[in-house]
């Protein structure tokens, strides 16, 4: 995940993203990212932490469909109930104050409001689902009545801002305590029509109901702003790839309901195969093992998926490039190819096979100066040589048709192969958003970004 800083800042600021077709709404050029409610707990990162003023959207996750048909929140204590103690975690510099009855929203929810505060045009998104908590999508879409409860549900929640009492502080929650907090409702259903291996709840009418239920939210959220005079954003995650994108999802005609389509462009390879591979290839290394035949292996990288939409009535400026801030690392690796499309030996959780790039740079699994590359382009990173291993035994290497490096270290666990993102990777992905007049980029997650926003600096033009 990670030019002397200064290059790859003097590059994005270059390379402006460009909408194509006018949009909807604002903002035309996206640059967003998601933050996660379990940041806190898993880097101890809060809501103060967040680059805003590079951004203009930031999508929260997550909410979720429950068993009884309604939309909730899935860690409401750190949502909008946990105190933020300290100033020095807070936004504004000022603890809450859990004594004060007229407080009423705590957690990350009371520090993203106080972040739109300072910056204007900053818009804050709910994202529904993800891989765990899409369990019951299929039922709330499953009918009209269904469908209309749901999303009157999310917009009750969500956009009304009406959070539920009976936790601590006594006094959070309550009617209309959050209106204002969000601008919009992200849908990442995994996924429509058929079983992922996440035990969602499936259908073969899925399909068009995900169309139903998208074009159900577009006409909550439409006449919702009818009466606030406020356009509310309506977005999904979609799937790399022609696997589960055309498969479980009516492409077009989700758009048209859609404000943009958050494309998933990660975890394309992974443990789950028998082979080394990048977690996120920029386009198709020709010496690539085949994956799942031809016709799937030629969508089968960020620039293919977003050929794939476009050629399936997709229209550019609804296409938002995923970026991911974390890579995936392999053991037991040999040294043939340097580790690159190589066998590896399992590992069995707690292992960390998808290290961030904050604990690449910052936590010493390899060093700061991964986040620097020289003057050109596919420089290796700074005072490391192709053939040096001054990055605590990894050398570190560039694969020119997937567009793509990698660290290997030839001793460490029996050979350690690690695919990663760089602000090289990332700048590509600027220059795909502006060639093809695509609409953004977007990032899986924050917190995932070393200590010096590196990232996040790459994604986006200067402030």
């Known amino acids: 995940m990670r030019t002397l800083r200064t290059v790859a800042v003097a590059a994005a600021a270059a390379l402006v993203l460009v909408s194509g077709a006018a949009a909807r709404s604002e903002p035309s050029q996206v640059r967003a990212v998601f933050f996660a409610n379990w940041d806190r707990y898993a880097r101890g990162y809060f809501v103060n932490q967040i680059p805003a003023g590079r951004l203009n959207v930031i999508d929260y996750a997550f909410a979720m469909p429950t068993a009884a048909g309604t939309c909730a929140l899935s860690d409401p204590w750190s949502d909008y109930q946990a105190p933020t103690w300290s100033g020095e975690s807070s936004v504004d510099g000022v603890a809450d104050d859990p004594s004060d009855p007229n407080q009423h929203v705590f957690g990350n929810f009371n520090q993203l409001l106080k972040l739109k505060a300072e910056h204007a045009g900053l818009r804050v998104v709910m994202s529904l689902g993800g891989w765990t908590l899409s369990t019951y999508f299929s039922d709330v879409a499953a009918t009209a009545a269904s469908r209309q409860a749901f999303v009157q549900s999310c917009m009750d929640l969500l956009i009304k801002g009406n959070l539920p009492t009976g936790g601590w502080p006594e006094q959070s929650g309550g009617a209309g305590v959050a209106a204002g907090l ?64 055309s498969g479980s999802f009516e492409l077009a005609d989700v758009a048209q309901a859609l404000d943009w389509i958050n494309l998933l462009t990660f975890d394309f390879h992974g443990l789950w195969e028998s082979w080394t591979d990048f977690n996120s290839p920029f386009s198709l290394d020709p010496k690539e093992p085949l994956v799942g035949g031809a016709a799937i292996q030629s969508t089968w990288t960020t620039k293919g998926t977003v050929d794939y939409y476009l050629a399936n009535g997709v229209p550019p400026d609804k296409l938002v490039v995923g970026v991911p801030f974390y890579g995936k690392r392999y053991v037991g690796v040999p040294s043939t190819n340097n580790g690159l499309y190589q066998s590896f030996v399992p590992q069995s959780w707690p292992y960390n096979d998808s290290p961030t790039f904050h604990d690449l740079v910052d936590t010493g699994l390899t060093d700061g100066n991964l986040n620097v590359i020289g003057p050109t382009a596919l420089a290796p990173p700074k005072n490391l040589g192709t053939d040096d291993k001054a990055i605590n035994g990894f050398a570190w290497y560039w694969n020119g048709p997937a567009g793509a490096p990698w660290l290997y270290n030839p001793t460490l666990d029996g050979g350690t192969f690690i695919s990663y993102m760089d602000p090289h990777g990332v700048l590509e992905r600027v220059q795909l958003v502006t060639t093809k007049h695509l609409r953004g980029l977007w990032a899986w997650e924050v917190s995932q970004d070393d200590d010096a926003n590196d990232l996040v600096a790459a994604m986006t033009p200067s402030p």
């Open 182 to 245: 969000f601008d919009g409702i992200d849908i990442d259903w995994e996924y429509p029509g058929i079983d992922p291996g996440n035990g969602a709840h499936h259908s073969p009418a899925d399909k068009h109901n995900a169309t139903l239920l998208f074009q159900e939210f577009r006409s909550q959220l439409d006449a919702y702003g009818a009466t606030t005079g406020k356009h509310y954003l309506l977005t999904a995650a979609l799937p790399a790839g022609n696997v589960n994108s």
